[in-house]
Structure formats: C-alpha cells, structure tokens
C-alpha cells in the first residue's frame, strides 16, 4: 500500500469510514518525495528515538520507522487508531500514543520511552496548535533537535533575522533555544484536502546553551514581548506600555546606556541587543 498515492488513500479512508476533521486541521499527504525528505532530514537513525506529532495515516511515520530506532507517534483523532494499525503492522519499532500533545509531559515521555536513544522530534504538525506545540517543545528542554512541517508563513518568522518583515517575538524565542534553518517548501497541492496555505519545513537543532547570557531570562522575553506588542512604536514608547511600573525616564536611559538609539524599534535589534536591554531593566 502507498500512503502517498491518492487512489490508495481514499480506499484505506473508505475502508475504515473516516472522515475528515476540519477543526483537527487534518490535510493528509499525497506526495511521497516529502515524507521522504523530511525523515532525511530530521537525522533519524537507529541511536535515535523519534516524537512524531499528528501521524495522520502514517506515511512520515513509516519512513522515520525505517530509520530509527523507535517511533513514537502521539494521535488525537481515536478515528485514526484502526488506520493506524493496520499501515503501521509491520513496523515493530512505531508506536501509536492516543494522546494530545498539549496535555503531554514531553520529558517525561522521553524518559519512559527513548531511553538510550537520542530524543528528537519530526512531524507534520497540525496547523492550528503549530506556535503553542514548538513553544512546548522548546520549553521542556528533552529533545536535541526539532524538524516540522509548518504554515510557509510560521517557518519564516522563526528563521527571520532582524529588521525583515517576518522577524517578530516568535523568532527571538526560537532563537534563544535554537539554531534555526528553513529547509525547503510543500505545495498545498502535495496534501489531501489540500490546505489554503503553502507549507515549509524548518530544522531547529537545539542550543547547549543560549547565545547570550542574561541575568533573567523571564525579563528578557518580557522585554522582547513589549518590544513587538505594537511593532511600529519607537522602543521607548513600546517598553513604556509593557512596563508600567516604570518611568518614561528610566527607560529612556536603559536604552541609553545600551548605546542604542532613542528613537529605534524592537524590530531592528537582535538577541545581543535585547539581552544587554533587559540586563539594564532588571538592574532598576
């Protein structure tokens, strides 16, 4: 059976009466080339134990199964489990978790399942959950690298350098934690249904340590987030608004005394700048 050919997808969705959920944001591939290069890139192979997130019908599954030492696939949809086992039958190595992600204790699924392996992620990942799941992933601080299939215009934001369109809060999070690299893009028309948008696919390989040091990193982000919060006000009008409890003055001279500009915005500083910014606040 090929999961990526059409008219086998409909006999095996028809087999099993399932239909399709839009608030899932289930679009299924048809396409075998992108199953393939994204498995390829994630890295997988048999040291490797794989998170899949929202395997669909299996065919990324499939071919991480074929690399790597242990799949673990985590499916909300419960429609989607008799599919599963049956595509899934002769992978020994794949295991379906009926489960949502976001109530998932990651690390803790890591420690249960991939010990000895190398912790990464690669999924497809359901388009309405894409910034709360790579939030998560990054936060719990269990994987060593993340390659995902995402809205074209996610995957931009997250390797977005400073002073870009795209560039915004999301990619200085993404950044702090990791080394971020688009890979390349999908056609809406390798997906059944096929989805309004076109897709990407991003690395995130995980940082040992942050780019740069800070005293607190919850100011930092604190300060990123009131940086970005109305984008096209003057960073002192912007940093004003996000922290109330200080004077226009105070910050006026943070800014200041990181030899920034006073009339420069969020959007043209980095994570050195925002670092040395917020070391300045928490100083107050």
């Known amino acids: 059976m090929d999961l990526c050919n059409m008219n086998d997808v409909k006999a095996l969705l028809g087999r099993h009466g399932f239909h399709f959920s839009k608030s899932l944001g289930q679009n299924f591939l048809i396409q075998s080339w992108v199953p393939q290069d994204i498995a390829a890139a994630s890295g997988a192979d048999k040291n490797t134990g794989v998170l899949e997130i929202g395997p669909g019908i299996g065919p990324l599954t499939r071919e991480l199964a074929r690399r790597a030492g242990k799949v673990v696939a985590l499916e909300l949809d419960k429609a989607l489990l008799p599919i599963l086992d049956e595509t899934l039958a002769e992978f020994p190595n794949a295991h379906v978790i009926s489960a949502d992600v976001t109530k998932t204790d990651c690390a803790a699924l890591?420690?249960?399942?991939?010990?000895?392996l190398r912790p990464i992620v690669c999924a497809n990942l359901p388009y309405?959950?894409?910034?709360?799941?790579?939030?998560?992933?990054?936060?719990?601080?269990a994987f060593q690298s993340i390659t995902i299939?995402?809205?074209?215009?996610?995957?931009?934001?997250?390797c977005a350098a400073p002073g870009t369109a795209d560039f915004g809060a999301f990619s200085l999070f993404c950044q702090y934690?990791?080394?971020?690299?688009?890979?390349?893009?999908?056609?809406k028309e390798c997906f059944l249904p096929a989805p309004k948008v076109t897709s990407a696919v991003v690395k995130l390989d995980i940082l040992d340590k942050p780019p740069v040091e800070v005293q607190d990193e919850a100011v930092l982000f604190r300060v990123i987030r009131a940086a970005f919060a109305q984008r096209r006000k003057t960073l002192i009008n912007a940093l004003s608004a996000g922290f109330s409890e200080l004077t226009k003055e105070q910050i006026n001279s943070c800014i200041s005394a990181c030899g920034l500009a006073p009339q420069v915005r969020g959007e043209k500083l980095g994570l050195a700048e925002f670092a040395r910014l917020a070391d300045a606040v928490n100083s107050l």
Do not use: W
């Open 149 to 158: 299939m995402i809205q074209k215009e996610v995957a931009k934001r997250i």
């Open 128 to 141: 309405n959950i894409t910034t709360l799941v790579i939030t998560q992933l990054l936060e719990c601080g």
């Open 110 to 116: 890591v420690c249960e399942q991939f010990d000895g």
């Open 177 to 187: 934690h990791a080394r971020c690299e688009y890979l390349f893009e999908v056609p």
